[in-house]
């Protein structure tokens, strides 16, 4: 095909004579209710996936080479941008106190933190005696990380009698963690080694055995089981085995410690069974059997539990109680009734109050109630923020936590006395090479669609960015699960601020900024509202003189890839760039293909186009990879694949770009693989901010700000 270029392709100019690597077409036809349908790059799937997530050299060597040979074409393309990427990467680390800490969270006579220590790229577990300052590092994620190519904790879970803790650790990024029990006196490590799970553990109340998920060898969460120590893990008890591919499992612990939570469920439905933590050797109890459409979430306070659930068409869910003895929801009472508009998305209770969070029109507001039904909504006042729940570790406790930060201003961490009111600031995040909030604008600009909906856009920019269609913009998006983008500060997006750029997020349907009605609109047969928000969105910045037609960038990782490629299709020629952070744009084979991890637990969320014709016909209609277009001009675009990636695999975005680069005009078209990581790519915190930085800077290419160097 003869490649007409796009305006932006011409700050590609040096690299007009690299050849991007070709990628052979193989023939496969999909037939699917009735209909044909090509797949030129299904070889670059390998069959043998399962045993890559656990060894990642085991990959076909075609397709390691194809792979490389897409990364040494990125690396050419963007070898002008090294000096810019370097000056990224040093101003986000600038930005960064490399020995920060967290507030101390107390449990019994201790107090338990995490901290950094400078140049290190993982976090040091500690604690220490309450009123001491004397420390004990319990688990070192440097010298246990030292020489791995990838290294990721999941987490570190003290006993409750605080002699052990247990660890999950991932070498490979697929996720599959494995456990071990350290001794906090010797620091050895116990025999009881434990693979295969999702890396956290919750601790029976006598510290002599622990509960936690095992993963299938399709990386699905399905069993819980329990594990005595010194028992060989081959007899520890299966306590719950979920028989539904599409239902996920997960265990946990009621606030005030007295209960083990077993969940499962999907995006739909859920249900949770309950063990007493002084009884671990119990049947578990079912609350509530799992019902379409219904999901609910469990605390507990004395002889009652605390129900977050959208039962009886409670779409933006309400909190109700129950005796513990007789938990089926016959009994469920209200004790904070529905209101539409008012999403309630999480809630803990303690002792003598609970604490509940919620969204009204996209803001978020912490709620505190003393369950007489007297509550008082903790005091915000900016345009646009972020809140952060922090229930801490103790039950029987005056005293709550949250963080609170806006897309100007550091995260501040409160400590929120729940009887009175008082607020006492523990921390301010700190920004060692600077940072003046009063430099930065925040705006929220609401774009009304073609069916009336408004899509909220939150903007930042500095106050000496021109709104006068000069400047250029980086959207970026999600819109998927009813996941909220929190307006919360960013280390990493002042550096495109700094250089005059607007970075806006647009708030599409599908996400559950609005409550979850929000979330519908944009899901299922209703799952192009995405897109087309996201383009109004765009649009709307054009309108408003934020910026014009051919200066933005669309940025979204994973499923906001999805969102970034529909988008694109839809009016390729409207943008300067785009940005797909291990997309999901192969959904329609994805969603097709029951083998894959997360594919039966996502039908409810897309839909199902192997039994019905219409969900098949809808994901058709959207998804990137089959919707490429012929008739317009693309413009760069970059994306980026962890090799041992299972939610989205790495074949999916190198379909894409490898059509992308066959059948389209436009371009140029990058993929960038990480062979040593999963879908977060590295969890290194310096090799994470080279990864953004990199992407960065290709934004700023596209942006024609290749040279350009941050405002004093």
């Known amino acids: ?28 036809t999909i037939e699917q209710h009735g209909e044909s349908r090509q797949d030129p790059y299904h070889w670059l799937r390998d069959d043998n996936w399962q045993a890559l997530l656990r060894d990642p050299s085991l990959l076909k060597t075609p397709i390691r080479e194809q792979l490389a040979a897409e990364n040494r074409y990125h690396d050419a393309m963007m070898a002008d941008a090294a000096d810019l990427r370097e000056a990224l990467f040093q101003e986000m680390r600038g930005r960064i106190k490399e020995d920060d800490a967290s507030v101390p969270e107390a449990d019994g006579p201790y107090e338990y933190y995490l ?52 660890y999950g650790v991932d070498t490979t990024g697929s996720e599959y963690y494995t456990l071990r029990v350290r001794d906090t006196e010797t620091g050895q490590d116990l025999p009881d080694v434990i693979e295969s799970t999702d890396g956290g553990v919750v601790w029976a109340a006598d510290s002599k055995s622990f509960f936690y998920v095992e993963r299938d060898d399709n990386q ?8 005595y120590l010194g028992q060989d893990p081959a007899d520890d008890r299966i306590v719950f085995d979920e028989p539904d591919d599409g239902q996920f499992v997960s265990v946990s612990e009621t606030q005030s410690g007295d209960y083990i939570l ?97 969204r ?84 929220r600009l609401d774009a009304e669609t073609a069916d009336g909906a408004m899509v909220p856009i939150i903007i930042l920019r500095l106050k000496s960015t021109p709104v006068d269609g000069s400047a250029p913009v980086l959207l970026y998006g999600y819109g998927s699960y009813g996941m909220n983008l929190p307006d919360a500060f960013s280390l990493t997006q002042l550096s495109l601020v700094d250089r005059g750029v607007i970075y806006a997020v ?34 709307a910045l054009v309108e408003h003189r934020y910026t014009q037609a051919g200066r933005i960038v669309l940025d979204g990782r994973s499923a906001g890839g999805l969102l970034v ?21 192969d959904v329609l ?41 012929d008739d317009a001009v693309y413009p760069p675009v970059m994306a980026t694949a962890g090799l041992a990636d299972f939610r989205v695999t790495y074949w999916e975005p190198a379909k894409w770009i490898a059509r992308l680069r066959a059948e389209t005009r436009g371009g140029p078209y990058l993929l960038k693989t990480n062979m040593e990581a999963g879908h977060g790519g590295s969890a290194a915190r310096f090799e994470a901010l080279k990864e953004e930085a990199d992407l960065f800077a290709f934004a700023l290419k596209v942006m024609g700000k290749l040279s350009a160097k941050p405002s004093n």
């Open 220 to 227: 699905r969460p399905k069993r819980v089981k329990q594990h």
């Open 115 to 166: 901290r950094f220590r400078e140049g290190g790229d993982y976090p040091l577990f500690a604690r220490r005696s309450r009123g001491k300052e004397e420390e004990t590092i319990l688990f070192d994620g440097d010298a246990e990380g030292r020489g791995q190519p990838f290294f990721s904790i999941a987490s570190v879970d003290h006993s409750r009698d605080h002699r052990l803790i247990a």
């Open 360 to 443: 009204v029109d996209a803001k978020p507001r912490l709620v505190i109630d003393n369950y007489q039904g007297e509550n008082r909504e903790v005091p915000m006042e900016a345009e646009a923020y972020h809140l952060g729940l922090r229930p801490g570790l103790a039950f029987d406790t005056q005293w709550t936590r949250f963080v609170y930060s806006t897309p100007a201003q550091p995260a501040q961490t409160f400590d929120y006395h729940m009887a009175t009111g008082e607020r006492r600031l523990r921390k301010t995040q700190v920004v060692p090479s600077g940072h003046d909030p009063d430099r930065y604008v925040v705006e």
């Open 262 to 358: 077993i969940s499962s469920g999907n995006h739909d439905s859920s249900e949770t069974r309950f063990i007493p933590a002084t009884q671990p050797d119990a049947e578990p109890q079912l609350i509530a059997p799992r019902k379409d459409d219904v999901l609910y979430e469990v605390e507990h306070r004395g002889e009652h539990f605390y129900i977050l659930t959208n039962i009886e068409g409670a779409i933006d869910f309400k909190i109700v109680r129950t005796p513990i003895t007789r938990p089926a929801p016959d009994n469920w009472e209200d004790v904070v009734a529905h209101q539409p508009g008012r999403h309630i998305s999480d809630f803990v209770c303690y002792k003598n109050h609970w604490v509940r969070l919620e």
């Open 1 to 28: 095909m003869e490649k007409s270029k796009h305006p932006a392709a011409r700050h590609f100019a040096q690299q007009a004579d690299i050849q991007a690597p070709p990628v052979p077409r193989q023939d496969k």
């Open 565 to 585: 490629g529909a988008t694109l299709n839809l009016d390729p020629e409207y943008f300067a760039g785009a940005i797909g952070g291990v997309p999901f744009v």
């Open 506 to 539: 647009a708030k599409v349907r599908g996400g559950s900024e609005k409550g979850q009605p929000w979330y519908r609109d944009g899901k299922l047969q209703h799952k192009p509202n995405s897109f087309q928000d996201c383009l109004t969105a765009a649009r």
């Open 589 to 629: 084979n994805t969603i097709s293909d029951p083998s894959l991890p997360l594919t039966p637990p996502e039908w409810p969320e897309w839909g199902n186009p192997i039994e019905s014709e219409a969900d098949y016909q809808t994901i058709k209609s959207y998804s990137p990879y089959e919707n490429l277009r």
